[in-house]
């Protein structure tokens, strides 16, 4: 009797699957953090990934496919963040410091999804007349913001006036961190941002008013 072939199960070719997707996202994370998106190619990929361009295209139909899949993550990463501590915080400014706070230490510990998230081409693309699936990550991200300030304030307060306010904290954050990334130290960056901060939400407090 012949011995019987035992085949690979679903399960590990799946995980074999899974582990190949893992490594080419990351690949594409460090190189589009290092060149931009839009100067990076998929043989960059590929080749940071030690792997062939057929096996890149199994999985991913391109580069933008790539961006797309990193950038949801990222926002997802974010958002938990942002929303870990909802129980904890008890006012408007404890939610702005808490913020700011989070977003620094996403840009302290997964500094590579940072750069991604508020890389200036990933950004302008956006701009463009058809951003397809890239704008619904940003969106989700807005969103996350207004929903968990919306329940320290007044409900008269204009849904608009709420999306300036998130759009303002992205801003704040992505300015500050392109610059500080230009010659400052990691501890320099903190001692810098702590002032600013604070002067910043009290704007924001003043903005979004007492109603």
């Given at each position: 009797?012949?011995a019987?072939?035992v085949?690979?199960?679903?399960?590990?070719?799946?995980?074999?699957?899974?582990?190949?997707?893992?490594?080419l996202?990351?690949?594409?994370?460090?190189?589009?953090?290092e060149?931009?998106?839009?100067?990076?190619?998929?043989e960059?990929?590929?080749?940071?990934?030690d792997?062939?361009?057929?096996?890149?295209?199994?999985?991913?139909?391109?580069?933008?496919?790539?961006?797309?899949?990193?950038?949801?993550?990222?926002?997802?990463?974010l958002?938990k963040?942002?929303t870990?501590?909802?129980?904890e915080?008890?006012?408007?400014?404890?939610?702005?410091?808490?913020?700011?706070?989070?977003?620094?230490e996403?840009?302290?510990?997964?500094s590579?999804?940072f750069i991604?998230?508020?890389?200036g081409?990933v950004?302008?693309k956006?701009q463009?007349?058809?951003?397809?699936?890239?704008?619904?990550?940003y969106?989700?991200?807005?969103?996350?913001?207004?929903?968990?300030?919306?329940?320290?304030?007044?409900?008269?307060?204009?849904?608009?006036?709420?999306?300036?306010?998130?759009?303002a904290?992205?801003?704040?954050?992505f300015?500050f961190?392109?610059?500080?990334?230009?010659?400052?130290?990691p501890?320099e960056?903190?001692?810098?941002?702590?002032?600013?901060r604070r002067?910043?939400?009290r704007?924001?407090?003043t903005?979004?008013?007492?109603?």
């Amino acid at each position: 009797m012949s011995a019987k072939v035992v085949k690979p199960s679903a399960t590990r070719t799946q995980k074999r699957s899974r582990h190949t997707r893992q490594r080419l996202q990351q690949a594409a994370l460090d190189v589009f953090a290092e060149k931009g998106w839009d100067a990076t190619t998929v043989e960059d990929i590929t080749q940071k990934a030690d792997l062939g361009k057929g096996t890149l295209y199994r999985h991913f139909s391109d580069k933008e496919e790539i961006l797309v899949t990193l950038v949801d993550q990222a926002v997802d990463h974010l958002s938990k963040l942002l929303t870990e501590r909802s129980a904890e915080i008890d006012t408007l400014e404890d939610v702005l410091e808490h913020y700011l706070t989070a977003h620094y230490e996403f840009y302290r510990e997964n500094s590579e999804e940072f750069i991604l998230l508020f890389q200036g081409r990933v950004l302008l693309k956006l701009q463009s007349e058809s951003p397809g699936d890239l704008e619904e990550p940003y969106i989700r991200y807005l969103q996350t913001i207004e929903e968990e300030i919306r329940p320290y304030l007044s409900p008269r307060i204009d849904p608009l006036k709420i999306r300036r306010l998130a759009c303002a904290v992205a801003g704040f954050i992505f300015g500050f961190f392109s610059f500080a990334m230009i010659g400052m130290e990691p501890d320099e960056i903190e001692t810098s941002i702590k002032p600013l901060r604070r002067a910043f939400v009290r704007s924001l407090c003043t903005f979004l008013g007492r109603e």
